[in-house]
């Protein structure tokens, strides 16, 4: 594979399913990409969430969906070097969290031409919306079918990962 990073949110804590974990689900999917591919990674990364119980933050992330808020993230990234842009997150309400949409306004620009790869974990709704926001927030980039997984599931999972990480080699 080309120079590839693996940009993704992840939130450790509380929550459904799983209950206080220590580790996000989708940062355990995240470092198997890494392991697996020896994609760098770019961890979008906001304290607004910290300690949170699970039903407090899900009323706070509907009503920032409802206003298409946009949290800032810690630090960034020069994607100018990467040709391929693993794309993860958990499914916060039909798509990625608020956040991620905060990195994807700031890097509209930045992956013109280049091939993205959507993933999410989740707990039912799969894909939901997010291979079409992708799409919507890169124009210009080759943004491959999308790859979701149960949250609940990815810590017994490394194999499916694998599998499906066969596809791009
Ligand atoms: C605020 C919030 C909203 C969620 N909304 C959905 C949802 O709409 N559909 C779904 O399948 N799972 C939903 N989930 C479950 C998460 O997508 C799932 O647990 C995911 O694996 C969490 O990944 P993380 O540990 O990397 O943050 C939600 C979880 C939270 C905390």
């Known amino acids: 594979m080309?120079?590839?990073i693996v940009v993704f949110f992840s939130h450790a804590g509380d929550n459904y399913a799983?209950?206080?974990?220590?580790?996000?689900?989708t940062k355990i999917v995240a470092?198997?990409?890494?392991?697996?591919?020896?994609?760098?990674?770019?961890?979008i990364v906001t304290h607004k969430y910290d300690g949170m119980a699970y039903t407090p933050l899900?009323?706070?992330?509907?009503?920032e969906a409802k206003n298409g808020e946009l949290p800032e993230y810690e630090g960034d990234v020069d994607l100018s070097?990467?040709?391929?842009?693993f794309i993860g997150g958990p499914?916060?309400?039909?798509?990625?969290p608020q956040v991620m949409f905060s990195f994807f306004k700031k890097?509209?620009?930045d992956l013109k031409g280049k091939t993205l790869i959507p993933f999410t974990t989740h707990e039912g709704s799969g894909l939901a919306n997010c291979v079409e926001d992708v799409k919507d927030a890169f124009p210009g980039a080759n943004v491959t079918e999308g790859f979701s997984i149960y949250g609940h599931e990815v810590r017994s999972s490394k194999?499916?990962?694998?599998k499906w990480l066969k596809n791009f080699e």
Do not use: M
Not at 18 to 25: F, L, P, Y
Not at 91 to 96: P, R, T
Not at 159 to 162: F, I, R, S
């Open 159 to 162: 194999a499916k990962v694998e």
């Open 31 to 43: 470092d198997y990409i890494s392991e697996l591919t020896g994609a760098e990674q770019f961890e």
């Open 58 to 63: 899900i009323n706070l992330a509907k009503e």
């Open 91 to 96: 499914i916060w309400w039909g798509s990625y």
């Open 81 to 85: 070097q990467y040709d391929t842009v």
């Open 107 to 109: 890097h509209a620009n």
């Open 2 to 4: 080309d120079k590839s």
């Open 18 to 25: 799983v209950g206080n974990i220590e580790v996000g689900n």
